[in-house]
């Protein structure tokens, strides 16, 4: 029964009615609703509502002089339906306005980094240096993957560090072909594996690209059509990882794909305290040094550079951090919290 929408409509056909003409506008309007009351009447016709909006006409009608017979209202004009087609094929592959298009509003982002030792920052901003020798995925979800290899940072050292970074970036639909970046230690390319920029052939190929921001040094890729940017850089002898992506992309995954670093952080039989590091008074001061020199704020990333610094004896460890704290500060949504105090 649609006896609401008629309501709506005659309340609309009459609400700013004025000047000399009033009357038979009034009678126009009470014409229509009329009309709208008798299309509805089949399916209506146990409806209170109706009812007594039936005999409420025929009171106003008899009030107003309106004849039953004449002109009615110009139907009120709709709304234009949203052009599904031409948003999609000018926009399904930028997040950002395909987001704002259908929710109203910018998305909000997440932040994640691995680094150093390595350390890892998580989505939810908790903070966790890690063992975990071997192969572990940072994300596993419906759009990424990102496994970490680590080894050794020196022969029987409990520390670990980076080695290896695999990025795959799952098929989608009309916007990009899968690809897969990777990179391993002096070898940081700025191309995917199969030698391609940019996402393939597809009309959205252009939303993915990869660009070196400093040779050897420091790769970005850009992902619009996820709303997501990882930058992956290498500093000494390790790589680092840091990715600002869409919170709606990072919560897309399945109960099965639980173990993500980025998502629930070290498992705790992995996680190592960063003061176990620390018993050379000597090397501490000296790394403590070297490290307030790019990281003036005694944050965890300062506490992860002494940490990288002493256990591996190589200065370069403090550009691992710094980098890392250079990401966040570009890809974190919230300022407040680039610095995590331990």
Known sequence: ???????????????????????????????????????????CRGDLAYHSAVHGIEDLMIQNNCSKEGPTSPPRPRPPAPNHQGFESLDICNYEKSFLYKH??????????????????????????CRVEGSWPLLDNDYLFVQATSSPVAKGSNATVTSKLTIIFKNMKECIDQKVYQAEIDNLPAAFEDGSVNGGERPGGSSLVIRERSPGQHVEIQAEYIGTTIAVRQAGRQLSFSIRAAEEVARAFTEEQDLQLCVGGCPRSQRISRSECCRSRMATEMA???????????DVYFQSCVFDVVTSGDANFTMAAHGALEDARVFLPNAEKLHIFQ
Do not use: M, W
């Not at 403590?288 to 790019?294: D, G, Q, S, V």
């Open 288 to 298: 403590r040094a070297l490290c307030k020199e790019l990281l003036p704020v005694e």
């Open 104 to 129: 109203g509003q910018p998305p909000s982002y997440q932040h994640c980094a691995a680094f150093g030792d390595p350390h890892i920052r998580t989505f939810h901003d908790d903070f966790h240096t």
């Open 1 to 43: 029964c649609k006896i609401l929408r008629c309501n709506s409509e005659y309340v609309a056909a009459t609400l700013n009615l004025r000047g000399s003409n009033r009357n038979a506008a009034y009678c126009n309007a009470l014409r229509s609703y009329s009309h709208c009351t008798r299309k509805t009447a089949r399916t």
